[in-house]
Structures are given as structure tokens and as C-alpha cells.
T-cell receptor, first 112, second 115 residues
Framework: QQQVKQSPQSLIVQKGGIPIINCAYE??????FPWYQQFPGKGPALLIA?????SEKKEGRFTISFNKSAKQFSLHIMDSQPGDSATYFC???????????FGKGTKLSVKP | DSGVTQTPKHLITATGQRVTLRCSPR?????VYWYQQSLDQGLQFLIQ???????AKGNILERFSAQQFPDLHSELNLSSLELGDSALYFC??????????????FGEGSRLTVL
């Protein structure tokens, strides 16, 4: 049972483009929504996170948009660079055990 | 560098065998989590230990077991290995038993190949 659905599975954009990665959840007990970035050969690392009482959060070129009523959230990368090429995972924290549940990931490739 | 150390980085073994993956958490972290990463399932939570005690269990098979030792390092034991167990196994750590901000510190993973 997948509790966090992420799309697309892969994404290719040109340098300077704005890739958008979408996630949806079902469990209303989730109370924190982080995004992780994973480079090849490395473990995932926290990129940015948002609480459900906030509709948008920006950190540098990365923005999370959150729609609580639709139970959806998304990651936007402004002015994307080849160095942003990585796999991005959305996640949800909470539920009965308070675990971090990950989406299946989006492999982003930014072409120069 | 997250400060989480995993060994071995790569492991190739045969079906039916048993392997042990080792993890040392960040200095000061008492919680250790194990995740399995495969292409079709993404990052799947297996199990969590806090200060030596099992705290939460996810999609961990009965053939798999884990423990956390007094020095806080953890081991994941995988037995009666099957081809489908081939995956990247990540260890992650945090200070507290329950995540508040969703921040986990991941190691670089152990890639297991079962032939």
C-alpha cells in the first residue's frame, strides 16, 4: 500500500527550466512533509520541508507548494542547473508509528 | 558527509546465503533506521531501533533481522537470500526516538547483489 504517490518517475529539462515534481497523500495524520535529494552513489539528504499549515515555503531556488484540502504538495526548482540533476523523494511524516514514508522518487536530469 | 558509516559498500552473494550489513550512526544519534531502496519500490522503511531497543517495524521480511548494540552501531542480517533481495540498503540515524522535522541522516548505502 503506497501512502505517498509521486510523479513523474523521471523528468528531463533544459538548464534554466522549472521542473515540477508532484506528490499526493491519503493519510490525514501526516503532519510534516520533507523532500530529500539523492545524488548517484550517495544517500538521500534533506532538502526542504513544510508543515501542512503553510501553503508555500521557499529556500533558495527550491519551493514547496502545499494544498492541504487536495492532499497534494509539489517541489519546484527555479532556474534549474545541471548540478540539480539527482533523484528527488517526497516524504510524509506521521501516522500511527510516526515513521517517514517516502514516495518512489523522481529522477531529474537538467541538460546544459 | 552525513557522519553515518555503512559497510560493506558492495556485496555480491548467492541465493540461499546470509549476509550482515553494518551501520555506525552519527555521533550522538541514538536512533537507527534501515531502509531498502529498489528501482520499483523506492525507499521502503524496514525497521527502527532506539538506544538498543526495537521501536518501529515496517515492511521487513521474516528472513531479515536487525539489532542495535550498546555502542549504538546496528547490524541488519539478511538470510535465505533470494534474487529479489538485490537492492541498496540504507541506514539512517537521528537523535530522538521520534522524528519531529523529518530529518534523517543517511549513510551511502550497501549495495547487495544476489546471484
Amino acid at each position: 500500500q503506497q501512502q505517498v504517490k509521486q510523479s513523474p518517475q523521471s523528468l528531463i529539462v533544459q538548464k534554466g527550466g522549472i521542473p515540477i515534481i508532484n506528490c499526493a497523500y491519503e493519510n490525514t495524520a501526516f503532519d510534516y512533509f520533507p523532500w530529500y535529494q539523492q545524488f548517484p552513489g550517495k544517500g538521500p539528504a534533506l532538502l526542504i520541508a513544510i508543515r501542512p499549515d503553510v501553503s508555500e515555503k521557499k529556500e533558495g531556488r527550491f519551493t514547496i507548494s502545499f494544498n492541504k484540502s487536495a492532499k497534494q504538495f509539489s517541489l519546484h526548482i527555479m532556474d534549474s542547473q545541471p548540478g540539480d540533476s539527482a533523484t528527488y523523494f517526497c516524504a510524509a511524516l506521521g501516522g500511527s508509528q510516526g515513521n517517514l514514508i517516502f514516495g518512489k522518487g523522481t529522477k531529474l536530469s537538467v541538460k546544459p | 558527509d552525513s557522519g553515518v558509516t555503512q559497510t560493506p559498500k558492495h556485496l555480491i552473494t548467492a541465493t540461499g546465503q546470509r549476509v550482515t550489513l553494518r551501520c555506525s550512526p552519527r555521533s550522538g544519534d541514538l536512533s537507527v533506521y534501515w531502509y531498502q531502496q529498489s528501482l520499483d519500490q523506492g525507499l521502503q522503511f524496514l525497521i527502527q531501533y532506539y538506544n538498543g531497543e526495537e521501536r518501529a517495524k515496517g515492511n521487513i521480511l521474516e528472513r531479515f533481522s536487525a539489532q542495535q548494540f550498546p555502542d549504538l552501531h546496528s547490524e541488519l542480517n539478511l538470510s535465505s537470500l533470494e534474487l529479489g533481495d538485490s537492492a541498496l540498503y540504507f541506514c539512517a540515524s537521528s537523535v530522538a526516538p521520534q522524528l519531529v522535522t523529518g530529518e534523517l541522516f543517511f549513510g551511502e548505502g550497501s549495495r547487495l547483489t544476489v546471484l
